[in-house]
C-alpha cells in the first residue's frame, strides 16, 4: 500500500454517461496529479493541483474535468468520452510540486473502458 | 521539451542474473530522477529518487546511478529473482516546470 487509494478499480462506461474517478491520500502531501496511461504510449500527465491549485493542465479535452476539493481528495469527471480514452488512469501524490526529494506516490489506477 | 528514452524494451534473463535498465534524456536541466516498478495493471511504486545534487542511491539489491553530464541514468539490480519480473519506469523532473516526464519502460522477466 502506497497510501493512495483510487476508486472505482474498473469501469465501463458509454460514450454518452457522466462518470468520476476518485481519489484519496493519506500521506499529508500538497500536491496531487492525475496520469493517463495508454498502452504502448509512456504515462501522460493530465493536472496537477497544489495546496488544491490547479498549476497544471497539459491540453487535457474538455470532457476530461478535475476537482479538487482539498488536499487529501482528488476527482476526475468525465463525460461524454471517446474509445480512445480508454486507458489505466493513475492518480499520485507528494509532499508539494516542487523539490528536487519529493517523490511521487501512486495509486492502483483505475482500468477504464469506453464502449 | 524534455524526452525520455528507456533501453531495452524488453529484457528475459535466467534468475541470478546482474541486469542493468538504462534510462537517458535529453534536457540536463534536471531537478529529480525517479525509478519506479509496475506491476501488470497495478499503480506504479516508487523504487528509488536520485536527487540532481546526487550521484546515486541504493536499496537492497538495487543501486541507481545519475550522471547528468551525459544525460543518463542506469538502475542496476543485482541477483535477479523472478519476483523481480514487471516493467521498471525511470521519471525525470526537469527544472523550472516541476512537470515528471515518464520513458516507455522496460518489461522484464526473469525466469528461474
Avoid at chain 2, 545534487?53 to 544525460?71: F, I, P, W
Amino acid at each position: 500500500e502506497t497510501g493512495v487509494t483510487q476508486t472505482p478499480r474498473h469501469l465501463v462506461m458509454g460514450m454518452t454517461n457522466k462518470k468520476s474517478l476518485k481519489c484519496e491520500q493519506h500521506l499529508g502531501h500538497n500536491a496531487m496529479y492525475w496520469y493517463k496511461q495508454s498502452a504502448k504510449k509512456p504515462l501522460e500527465l493530465m493536472f496537477v493541483y497544489n495546496f488544491k491549485e490547479q498549476t497544471e493542465n497539459n491540453s487535457v479535452p474538455s470532457r476530461f474535468s478535475p476537482e479538487c476539493p482539498n488536499s487529501s481528495h482528488l476527482f476526475l469527471h468525465l463525460h461524454t468520452l471517446q474509445p480512445e480514452d480508454s486507458a489505466l488512469y493513475l492518480c499520485a501524490s507528494s509532499q508539494d510540486r516542487g523539490g528536487a526529494s519529493y517523490e511521487q506516490y501512486f495509486g492502483p489506477g483505475t482500468r477504464l473502458t469506453v464502449t | 521539451k524534455q524526452e525520455v528514452t528507456q533501453i531495452p524494451a524488453a529484457l528475459s534473463v535466467p534468475e541470478g542474473e546482474n541486469l542493468v535498465l538504462n534510462c537517458s534524456f535529453t534536457d540536463s536541466a534536471i531537478y529529480n530522477l525517479q525509478w519506479f516498478r509496475q506491476d501488470p495493471g497495478k499503480g506504479l511504486t516508487s523504487l528509488l529518487l536520485i536527487q540532481s545534487s546526487q550521484r546515486e542511491q541504493t536499496s537492497g539489491r538495487l543501486n541507481a546511478s545519475l550522471d547528468k553530464s551525459s544525460g543518463r541514468s542506469t538502475l542496476y539490480i543485482a541477483a535477479s529473482q523472478p519476483g523481480d519480473s514487471a516493467t521498471y519506469l525511470c521519471a525525470v523532473t526537469s527544472g523550472g516546470s516541476y512537470i515528471p516526464t515518464f520513458g516507455r519502460g522496460t518489461s522484464l522477466i526473469v525466469h528461474p
